[in-house]
């Protein structure tokens, strides 16, 4: 044995050398010491990478990944390469008759390439860490370059470098091993990725494996599983390839050995990864039989709990846990289901000290009480319990490839945090209610009815011994009457109540009344010391800030105490239907993850320093240090004041591309609304979320977020709405995404008759005033609607039958807004007047809102606020609204479709210049004609008409042209533009500045050779002299470059054709207005059709077909083109799209 | 007897039988394996080095067996192939270093001191810092001698080592290896060079088409072939017709007729013929012509 490793040790020094001497080799280590050096002085020195900063762990893993796959690759080569020497070479025949084994000889050369990239690692490690020294100080972490380096870099190679030799020794062919495993690497990391609970992930790259400081790897034990599937797969394929190297063995049944050792390596990895899936599966499993449990026993009798008081002990990693309960029957009943935690081995339940018999299914608890207990009759009982959480419980309303997708760290590239949401160990518990950790009556999520998900208010008090030296953070004010046993009572009611135990420190301070603190773990205090010049001033800033959540919210913050609480990194939540709450925000707390590493506004210095740099460079105004620290101070917490996070830009195909939303976990609404109010309904689950969704409106991103996705995401649930009830939609969880959507939809549609008969802001005064006298009480949803509905008078339950089926929506023509000034006797008069028209079969309402030049100010000073309100339409209702202004008068018209076919479904439309008139029109909505839509001798096409407007076949043609056709179907029709990546084919795309009716939309595509056509067909009603008018919203480089692109013509190309004549037709768009009709030119015209053809021809980047009008001038006279007009009117034309004609 | 090979037979995959019924016996000290290309002689070796397994037979070396005990015999063995190039990266005293330790001379001190004595005495000592690749192809064969010579193997198989040498560095090569004979080894020297068998070999064999053709000393090989070589002075015509019948191994011209050397047993109608004194050369030619006669005739 010892001359096995003598042998071994020979032949892989000597491997070594060659391979340290290889010019491949020195040209890898040249790139991978300038790649990595520059990467790393990016991430710790140019860019002070904030997640870094806060988990020092980052570093050494991105670094070491980066470091993988590139040995990986040059690897490959590496392993078939001494293979091919020793195939060329007859001087590997003089090592080949020395008296070592094949396997010696096979594992020398290997372990000769694999040490000397370990030692390559190891010394650019090392380098990393000097960096990371000088970068980061103490709060580097020496052990995670080595774990990183055990866990990453070594299983890589040894499997990379065993498969590439077993397929060279295979195959005999060099260049097809290193095409086969290269071709494998690309297929794994940027096909498979992490399919299959990161099976494939032999590289690491999607398998989470950030070590939290608090508490290290999300789940070590898989994530070590994990990597000892590739070290075996990799032992086991060398194995097979001693036995398939091609030199005579020196004996031929120890040869045989190796495919047994091989078979046994790989026997093990395999079942290394069968139990990596199963886990997973096992989990999916479980998962789904506690989802049909709770179907099962979603009707039992349930309790509401009045009072909680528990008893909590740690012990180690255990928790020894007594609940004094006294709970209210909601329905009369003897068995009572409760929800524990698995993992918990109840001890015993007992009512006035007796024992209570009880079923246990799974998390289930049914409690027999032996006797009938009456509706509200209270009862009191214990439960005692004991051991440690499963996870499994949590998030069984989120759908699996949700839970199981990895969470990327933004800002720093390719590292994966992996998901937690509680952690229990001897050093540090987190549990939040999601965990079911103490009992709660009824059952947890069920998929077939809504009933399990009711929430009510409990007076909570906790005891709580924690392991010595820890902390213990809950809810309520804490006290520690006995050494070591902390108390904590909670002001009011809460609806659920949270456990943290650590290694805490906590700096607090009071600002009138209620006091903030910061409980952080021990060591990462990374603020104090920065804002210590300013601590004077610093309650006055919590003042201003707690002053601007609650001027934004129109709430008022309820809790006597405020903190953020570090929790570890990997606490993961999500979002959900029924609250705007995750669980990352608690009752009177935010657990803010990980020194606060995924907020770059919490990086104080970061942020300090780019102040002072923007302030020297004069992008800033001078200030002082101290006003510097108070404006970061102030600003670092704004990103609580986001409903949504994490946009994420995606390109899709042809040019297209798309902006995902995630909510944002720390959005600081729930503090004053989700904890304190409590709207339920049996019926209608996300009743409370239905109301804290109204009273956030406006509060949302649609606007640019439709710039880049084409819609809106009320849009698209508006367009599914109208294949699927609401109802339907709430359980289908492929839409989740859409779910706040459909609810606000439905909310309009709820709230809209009572907006429009009590005024906006009274309802939404009324619908408050109602919720805030139950401030921390339960309010049924369907009392709300009644005590509404008196209010406004109507009905308020007649809305709910349209969410049982699909949406019937109104569509809306919207003609020319006007202001006319009148002179009357008394006064001057501005009299503001817009027709609009439900075309549909359907009634409506929409909102109206009117904005004046000093409305852009109202919000800090004098100005005169927008005035809104909503208009209701009958089907096929044609409405004129006036209104009349004394002092300004409205510039821009706003409406709101709020619920109706209407793409965009909010419009803003410019009033127009002040024209003088005589006609006073009273105030108010009257129902006129449709004729007031009409424009007598004009004729528009738009580019909406599916007979009268054609665009030419894509460029394309074949397998290719079919398979993009067939991928483009997936989505929605309309799309947005985008100047800088224009679109390859023609794309439909709605905007409020395109012409349209009902639908303002236009095609756009990337200019080129003019092979490109959009075609629009007017059908002339009357031959003669006709002037030709092109609907002209020019693209955004013009519209964002109006000066400096002058010098150089931009021009769209048509081609006129009427009677046998062609024409062709250059416009200048720098010359023409923009979001107006321009001139094509006049033409007197013999026939009854005139073809208009723009190509795509252009010096701009993208052309953008929308609508032609033509205007008979015989029958309508020449008149002045207006320089800026309004949306034009019309009704449909034959082809369904729209046609204009005066007659 | 070091090497005592029985029945072997070698056919490859192909087909192609290289290696005949071979029984051979070959004693210690230099032993010569001739034989034209084709006709078996690496396959010969290569089992011999434990590189190939023959198809059948059995090979016994130093009283091991071959085929079972594939190790031992790899112990007393030294290899140096026929194209003997290098990894151009390793200097001359790491490779050498790297063929000692792979042979199991674990000691480092005896390791290096063998090292030094062995680049001494193959005249490399000098040149140790230097890179393989930047030696002479002289000094690149006695490298490749100095390897297989490093553990002081009991059998040393050379394959063609004296191809491409130059004349002194071909004479101080055969020195060399006669030297090692001398110490009770074996060394087995297959070529095609005749000259090199003459000048060392106490023994030999010569090999064609797979099967052995001569086994015995230089010597007796060379009386085999007297009386079978003739010298003459011819025309063009007769030369031309000699050449047709037997192996012309001298021409020599000599005014408007050729001098002519002619391996034959009998040389019938050429009155002028004499017989001449056969050397190693003639007599392989001899044996060739003789067993491709029949051949023939078979």
């Given at each position: 044995?010892?001359?096995?490793?003598?042998?071994?040790?020979?032949?892989?020094?000597?491997?070594?050398?060659l391979?340290?001497?290889?010019?491949?080799?020195?040209?890898?280590?040249?790139?991978?010491?300038?790649?990595?050096?520059?990467?790393?002085?990016?991430?710790?020195?140019?860019?002070?990478?904030?997640?870094?900063?806060?988990?020092?762990?980052?570093?050494?893993?991105?670094?070491?990944?980066?470091l993988?796959?590139?040995?990986?690759?040059?690897?490959?080569?590496?392993?078939?390469?001494?293979l091919?020497?020793?195939?060329?070479?007859?001087?590997?025949?003089?090592?080949?008759?020395?008296?070592?084994?094949?396997?010696?000889?096979?594992?020398?050369?290997?372990?000769?390439?694999?040490r000397?990239?370990?030692?390559?690692?190891?010394?650019?490690?090392?380098?990393?860490?000097?960096?990371?020294?000088?970068?980061?100080?103490?709060?580097?972490?020496?052990?995670?370059?080595?774990?990183?380096?055990?866990?990453?870099?070594v299983?890589?190679?040894?499997?990379?470098v065993?498969?590439?030799?077993?397929?060279?020794?295979f195959?005999?062919n060099?260049?097809?091993?290193?095409?086969?495993?290269?071709?494998?690497?690309?297929?794994?990391?940027f096909?498979?990725?992490?399919?299959?609970?990161?099976?494939f992930?032999?590289?690491?790259?999607?398998?989470?494996?950030?070590?939290?400081?608090?508490?290290?790897?999300?789940?070590?034990?898989s994530?070590?599983?994990?990597?000892?599937?590739?070290?075996?797969?990799g032992?086991?394929?060398i194995?097979?390839?001693?036995?398939?190297?091609?030199?005579?063995?020196?004996?031929?049944k120890?040869?045989?050995?190796?495919?047994v050792y091989?078979?046994?390596?790989i026997?093990?990895?395999l079942?290394?990864?069968?139990?990596?899936?199963?886990?997973?599966?096992?989990q999916?499993?479980?998962?789904?039989?506690?989802?049909?449990?709770?179907?099962?026993?979603?009707?039992?009798?349930?309790?509401?709990?009045?009072?909680?008081?528990?008893?909590?002990?740690?012990?180690?990693?255990?928790?020894l846990?007594?609940?004094?309960?006294?709970?209210?029957?909601?329905?009369?009943?003897?068995?009572?289901?409760?929800?524990?935690?698995?993992g918990?081995e109840?001890t015993?339940?007992?009512?006035?000290?007796?024992?209570?018999?009880?079923?246990?299914?799974?998390?289930?608890?049914?409690?027999?009480?032996?006797?009938?207990?009456?509706?509200?009759?209270?009862?009191?009982f214990?439960?005692?319990y004991r051991?440690?959480?499963?996870?499994?419980?949590?998030?069984l309303?989120?759908?699996?490839?949700?839970?199981?997708?990895?969470e990327?760290?933004?800002?720093?590239?390719?590292?994966?945090?992996?998901?937690?949401?509680?952690?229990?160990s001897?050093?540090?518990?987190?549990?939040?209610?999601?965990?079911?950790?103490?009992?709660?009556?009824?059952?947890?999520?069920?998929?077939?009815?809504?009933?399990?998900?009711?929430?009510?208010?409990?007076?909570?008090?906790?005891?709580?011994?924690?392991?010595?030296?820890?902390?213990?953070?809950?809810?309520?004010m804490?006290?520690?009457?006995?050494?070591?046993?902390?108390?904590?009572v909670?002001?009011?009611?809460?609806?659920?109540?949270?456990?943290i135990?650590?290694?805490?420190?906590?700096?607090?301070?009071?600002?009138?009344?209620?006091?903030?603190?910061?409980?952080?773990?021990?060591g990462?205090?990374?603020?104090?010391?920065?804002?210590?010049?300013?601590?004077?001033?610093?309650?006055?800033?919590?003042?201003?800030?707690?002053?601007?959540?609650?001027?934004?919210?129109?709430?008022?913050?309820?809790?006597?105490?405020?903190?953020f609480?570090?929790?570890?990194?990997?606490?993961?939540?999500?979002?959900?239907?029924?609250?705007?709450a995750?669980?990352?925000?608690?009752?009177?707390?935010?657990?803010?993850?990980?020194?606060?590493?995924?907020?770059?506004?919490?990086?104080?210095?970061?942020?300090?320093?780019?102040?002072?740099?923007?302030?020297?460079?004069?992008?800033?105004?001078?200030?002082?240090?101290?006003?510097?620290?108070?404006?970061?101070?102030?600003?670092s917490?704004?990103?609580?004041?986001?409903?949504?996070?994490?946009?994420?830009?995606?390109?899709?195909?042809?040019?297209?591309?798309?902006?995902?939303?995630?909510?944002?976990?720390?959005?600081?609404?729930?503090?004053?609304?989700?904890?304190?109010?409590?709207?339920?309904?049996?019926?209608?689950?996300?009743?409370?979320?239905?109301?804290?969704?109204?009273?956030?409106?406006?509060?949302?991103?649609?606007?640019?977020?439709?710039?880049?996705?084409?819609?809106?995401?009320?849009?698209?649930?508006?367009?599914?709405?109208?294949?699927?009830?609401?109802?339907?939609?709430?359980?289908?969880?492929?839409h989740?995404?859409?779910?706040?959507?459909?609810?606000?939809i439905?909310?309009?549609?709820?709230?809209?008759?009572?907006?429009?008969?009590?005024?906006?802001?009274?309802?939404?005064?009324?619908?408050?005033?109602?919720?805030?006298?139950?401030?921390?009480?339960?309010?049924?949803?369907?009392?709300?609607?009644?005590?509404?509905?008196?209010?406004?008078?109507?009905?308020?339950?007649?809305?709910?039958?349209?969410?049982?089926?699909?949406s019937?929506?109104?569509?809306?023509?919207?003609?020319?807004?006007?202001?006319?000034?009148?002179?009357?006797?008394?006064?001057d008069?501005?009299?503001?007047?817009?027709?609009?028209?439900?075309?549909?079969e359907?009634?409506?309402?929409?909102?109206?809102?009117?904005?004046f030049?000093?409305?852009?100010?109202?919000?800090?000073?004098?100005?005169?606020?927008?005035?809104?309100?909503?208009?209701?339409?009958?089907?096929?209702?044609?409405?004129?609204?006036?209104?009349?202004?004394?002092?300004?008068?409205?510039?821009?018209?706003?409406?709101?479709?709020?619920?109706?076919?209407?793409?965009?479904?909010?419009?803003?439309l410019?009033?127009?210049?002040?024209?003088?008139?005589?006609?006073?029109?009273?105030?108010?909505?009257?129902?006129?004609?449709s004729?007031?839509l009409?424009?007598?001798?004009?004729?528009?096409?738009?580019?909406?008409?599916?007979?009268?407007?054609?665009?030419?076949?894509?460029?394309?043609?074949?397998?290719?042209?079919?398979?993009?056709?067939?991928s483009?179907?997936?989505?929605?029709?309309?799309?947005?533009?985008?100047?800088?990546?224009?679109?390859?084919?023609?794309?439909?795309?709605?905007?409020?500045?395109?012409?349209?009716?009902?639908?303002?939309?236009?095609?756009?595509?990337?200019?080129?050779?003019?092979?490109q056509?959009?075609?629009?067909?007017?059908?002339?009603?009357?031959?003669?002299?006709?002037?030709?008018?092109?609907y002209?919203?020019?693209?955004?480089?013009?519209r964002?470059?109006?000066?400096?692109?002058?010098?150089?013509?931009?021009?769209?190309?048509?081609?006129?054709?009427?009677?046998?004549y062609?024409?062709?037709?250059?416009?200048?768009?720098?010359?023409?207005?923009?979001?107006s009709?321009?001139?094509?030119?006049?033409?007197?015209?013999?026939?009854?059709?005139?073809?208009?053809?723009?190509?795509?021809?252009?010096?701009?980047?993208?052309?953008?077909?929308?609508?032609?009008k033509?205007?008979n001038?015989?029958?309508?006279?020449?008149r002045?083109?207006?320089?800026?007009?309004?949306?034009?009117?019309?009704?449909?034309?034959?082809?369904?799209?729209?046609?204009?004609?005066?007659? | 007897?070091?090497?005592?090979?029985?029945?072997?037979?070698?056919?490859?995959?192909?087909?192609?039988?290289?290696?005949?019924?071979?029984?051979?016996?070959?004693?210690s000290?230099?032993?010569?394996?001739?034989?034209?290309?084709?006709a078996?002689?690496?396959?010969?070796?290569?089992?011999?080095?434990?590189?190939?397994?023959?198809?059948?037979?059995?090979?016994?070396?130093?009283?091991?067996?071959?085929?079972?005990?594939?190790?031992?015999?790899?112990?007393?063995?030294?290899?140096?192939?026929?194209?003997?190039?290098?990894?151009?990266?390793?200097?001359?005293?790491?490779?050498?270093?790297?063929?000692?330790?792979?042979?199991?001379?674990?000691?480092?001190?005896?390791?290096?001191k063998?090292?030094?004595?062995?680049?001494?005495?193959?005249?490399?000592?000098?040149?140790?810092?230097?890179?393989?690749?930047?030696?002479?192809?002289?000094?690149?064969?006695?490298?490749?001698?100095?390897?297989?010579?490093?553990?002081?193997?009991?059998?040393?198989?050379?394959?063609?080592?004296?191809?491409?040498?130059?004349?002194?560095?071909?004479?101080?090569?055969?020195?060399?290896?006669?030297?090692?004979?001398?110490?009770?080894?074996?060394?087995?020297?297959?070529?095609?060079?005749?000259?090199?068998?003459?000048?060392?070999?106490?023994?030999?064999?010569?090999?064609?088409?797979?099967?052995?053709?001569?086994?015995?000393?230089?010597?007796e090989?060379?009386?085999?072939?007297?009386?079978k070589?003739?010298?003459?002075?011819?025309?063009?015509e007769?030369?031309?017709?000699?050449?047709?019948?037997?192996?012309?191994?001298?021409?020599i011209?000599?005014?408007m007729?050729?001098?002519?050397?002619?391996?034959?047993?009998?040389?019938?109608?050429?009155?002028?013929?004499?017989?001449?004194?056969?050397?190693?050369?003639?007599?392989?030619?001899?044996?060739?012509?003789?067993?491709?006669?029949?051949?023939?005739?078979?």
């Open positions: 044995m010892i001359q096995f490793f003598r042998n071994v040790h020979t032949i892989a020094k000597y491997e070594s050398k391979l340290v001497r290889s010019w491949f080799f020195k040209v890898f280590s040249v790139l991978a010491v300038l790649g990595l050096g520059g990467f790393s002085y990016g991430l710790l020195f140019a860019e002070q990478n904030w997640p870094i900063n806060c988990i020092p762990s980052l570093y050494p893993y991105v670094f070491m990944l980066i993988s796959v590139g040995q990986a690759v040059v690897s490959i080569f590496l392993a078939s390469e001494y091919k020497r020793d195939k060329q070479l007859d001087t590997s025949e003089v090592f080949y008759v020395r008296p070592s084994s094949n396997a010696e000889y096979l594992i020398g050369k290997i372990w000769g390439t694999l000397v990239f370990f030692a390559f690692d190891l010394l650019l490690l090392g380098c990393g860490l000097i960096l990371s020294v000088v970068a980061l100080g103490t709060v580097t972490d020496y052990l995670s370059f080595l774990v990183y380096f055990l866990l990453l870099g299983p890589t190679l040894v499997f990379i065993g498969l590439s030799t077993t397929i060279m020794l195959i005999r060099q260049a097809l091993t290193f095409v086969i495993v290269l071709g494998y690497i690309g297929l794994t990391l096909y498979i990725g992490d399919y299959y609970y990161y099976l992930d032999y590289l690491g790259f999607n398998i989470p494996m950030t070590q939290s400081t608090i508490t290290g790897f999300s789940d070590f034990e994530l070590l599983r994990h990597r000892l599937i590739y070290l075996l797969l032992c086991g394929l194995c097979f390839s001693i036995f398939k190297f091609g030199r005579l063995p020196n004996s031929k120890k040869r045989y050995a190796w495919p091989g078979s046994f390596f026997v093990l990895g079942w290394g990864g069968v139990s990596h899936v199963s886990g997973f599966l096992r999916e499993r479980i998962q789904t039989e506690m989802v049909a449990l709770n179907n099962e026993h979603v009707h039992d009798p349930k309790m509401v709990i009045d009072s909680c008081a528990f008893d909590i002990q740690q012990n180690g990693a255990d928790l846990i007594r609940a004094d309960i006294a709970g209210k029957p909601v329905q009369s009943g003897s068995v009572f289901t409760f929800c524990l935690n698995p918990f109840i015993e339940i007992t009512r006035n000290g007796s024992p209570v018999s009880h079923t246990r299914l799974r998390h289930l608890v049914l409690i027999d009480f032996g006797e009938n207990l009456e509706q509200d009759e209270t009862v009191n214990t439960f005692a051991g440690q959480i499963d996870e499994r419980i949590c998030y309303d989120i759908p699996e490839e949700l839970l199981i997708q990895n990327k760290i933004n800002g720093t590239p390719l590292v994966t945090t992996g998901k937690r949401y509680a952690f229990q001897d050093n540090y518990i987190l549990l939040t209610p999601e965990t079911y950790w103490y009992p709660r009556p009824g059952v947890s999520y069920s998929d077939q009815s809504p009933d399990w998900q009711q929430s009510y208010f409990t007076r909570y008090r906790m005891k709580v011994t924690p392991a010595p030296g820890l902390m213990p953070i809950s809810q309520g804490r006290t520690e009457n006995v050494p070591g046993t902390f108390e904590f909670p002001d009011q009611r809460l609806q659920s109540v949270s456990l135990i650590g290694n805490y420190k906590e700096v607090s301070l009071m600002v009138d009344s209620i006091e903030y603190s910061v409980k952080y773990i021990d990462h205090d990374y603020f104090s010391s920065t804002f210590k010049s300013v601590s004077d001033t610093i309650p006055a800033l919590i003042r201003l800030i707690k002053q601007d959540f609650e001027t934004n919210f129109k709430l008022d913050y309820p809790f006597s105490r405020f903190s609480v570090e929790v570890p990194a990997q606490f993961a939540t999500y979002s959900r239907t029924w609250t705007m995750q669980e990352s925000m608690q009752p009177e707390m935010v657990l803010l993850r990980e020194r606060g590493y995924d907020q770059w506004g919490l990086n104080f210095n970061g942020r300090i320093k780019w102040e002072k740099e923007a302030m020297t460079r004069g992008w800033r105004e001078k200030q002082t240090d101290e006003q510097i620290l108070a404006q970061t101070f102030r600003n917490f704004w990103f609580m004041n986001d409903k949504n996070s994490n946009f994420e830009y995606e390109e899709g195909k042809l040019g297209r591309a798309s902006m995902m939303v995630q909510e944002n976990p720390y959005y600081v609404f729930p503090q004053m609304f989700n904890f304190r109010y409590n709207i339920y309904s049996v019926q209608w689950p996300i009743a409370n979320r239905l109301v804290e969704l109204f009273f956030q409106q406006g509060q949302n991103n649609d606007q640019w977020m439709r710039n880049i996705n084409g819609l809106s995401n009320d849009e698209k649930a508006l367009l599914m709405m109208q294949e699927r009830s609401f109802k339907d939609l709430l359980t289908e969880v492929e989740r995404d859409l779910i706040n959507n459909f609810i606000n439905s909310s309009s549609q709820l709230f809209a008759e009572g907006q429009m008969k009590m005024g906006i802001a009274a309802f939404r005064d009324s619908l408050f005033s109602i919720v805030k006298s139950n401030e921390f009480k339960n309010l049924s949803f369907e009392y709300l609607l009644d005590s509404l509905g008196k209010l406004a008078s109507c009905d308020l339950f007649k809305p709910m039958e349209m969410w049982m089926k699909p019937q929506l109104p569509e809306y023509l919207l003609g020319t807004p006007k202001v006319t000034s009148i002179q009357t006797r008394e006064k008069i501005y009299q503001a007047e817009m027709v609009i028209s439900n075309i549909s359907f009634p409506g309402y929409l909102k109206f809102q009117l904005h030049n000093s409305s852009y100010d109202s919000d800090m000073g004098p100005g005169l606020k927008p005035r809104q309100w909503i208009v209701h339409f009958d089907p096929k209702e044609t409405k004129r609204i006036v209104s009349h202004w004394e002092e300004e008068y409205p510039i821009l018209f706003q409406i709101n479709g709020l619920y109706a076919k209407n793409l965009p479904l909010a419009v803003n410019s009033a127009g210049n002040v024209e003088e008139s005589r006609i006073l029109i009273p105030e108010g909505e009257q129902s006129v004609s004729d007031f009409q424009n007598k001798g004009e004729i528009v096409v738009d580019n909406e008409d599916s007979l009268l407007f054609k665009l030419s076949d894509p460029p394309t043609s074949g397998l290719l042209n079919h398979w993009i056709d067939k483009m179907q997936e989505d929605f029709k309309y799309t947005a533009l985008q100047n800088w990546r224009p679109p390859f084919r023609w794309t439909a795309a709605t905007d409020n500045s395109y012409y349209g009716l009902s639908i303002r939309s236009a095609y756009g595509i990337r200019s080129g050779d003019g092979s056509t959009a075609t629009w067909t007017i059908p002339l009603e009357q031959q003669g002299k006709h002037e030709i008018y092109y002209l919203r020019k693209p955004d480089e013009l964002w470059n109006r000066h400096g692109g002058r010098r150089e013509p931009k021009e769209y190309n048509f081609t006129l054709s009427y009677g046998g062609t024409e062709d037709v250059t416009l200048d768009l720098n010359r023409s207005e923009d979001n009709w321009v001139l094509l030119g006049t033409y007197n015209i013999d026939s009854d059709t005139l073809t208009v053809t723009l190509s795509n021809k252009s010096q701009l980047r993208m052309v953008i077909a929308d609508a032609v033509a205007v001038i015989d029958q309508v006279g020449k002045p083109q207006r320089r800026r007009q309004g949306p034009p009117q019309g009704r449909f034309g034959p082809g369904g799209g729209r046609v204009t004609i005066r007659h | 007897m070091s090497i005592v090979i029985k029945d072997l037979n070698k056919i490859y995959p192909n087909g192609h039988h290289a290696l005949k019924n071979l029984n051979l016996t070959i004693p000290g230099m032993f010569g394996l001739l034989g034209p290309n084709g078996g002689k690496s396959t010969l070796m290569r089992i011999l080095v434990a590189l190939m397994e023959p198809s059948s037979g059995e090979v016994e070396v130093y009283g091991y067996n071959l085929l079972r005990e594939r190790k031992e015999v790899r112990r007393i063995l030294g290899y140096l192939p026929q194209d003997f190039r290098f990894f151009a990266k390793y200097k001359v005293q790491e490779f050498l270093d790297y063929a000692a330790r792979l042979s199991g001379m674990n000691n480092g001190r005896l390791r290096r063998a090292v030094g004595d062995m680049l001494e005495q193959v005249g490399l000592y000098e040149v140790r810092e230097r890179y393989a690749s930047k030696l002479s192809g002289g000094m690149k064969r006695r490298l490749g001698i100095a390897q297989a010579l490093i553990h002081q193997p009991k059998v040393i198989i050379v394959d063609e080592p004296t191809t491409g040498l130059d004349p002194e560095e071909r004479i101080r090569f055969r020195n060399l290896l006669s030297q090692i004979s001398a110490n009770d080894t074996t060394i087995i020297l297959s070529t095609h060079i005749v000259g090199d068998i003459s000048s060392s070999c106490t023994d030999m064999a010569l090999l064609n088409r797979g099967e052995l053709s001569f086994n015995g000393s230089p010597e090989m060379l009386k085999r072939a007297e009386g070589v003739w010298r003459l002075r011819v025309t063009d007769q030369y031309r017709e000699i050449n047709e019948k037997y192996p012309v191994i001298a021409t011209p000599c005014g007729e050729w001098d002519i050397q002619v391996v034959a047993d009998k040389l019938e109608g050429y009155d002028n013929a004499v017989n001449y004194p056969p050397n190693l050369e003639h007599a392989y030619v001899y044996f060739m012509e003789s067993k491709l006669n029949l051949w023939l005739n078979d």
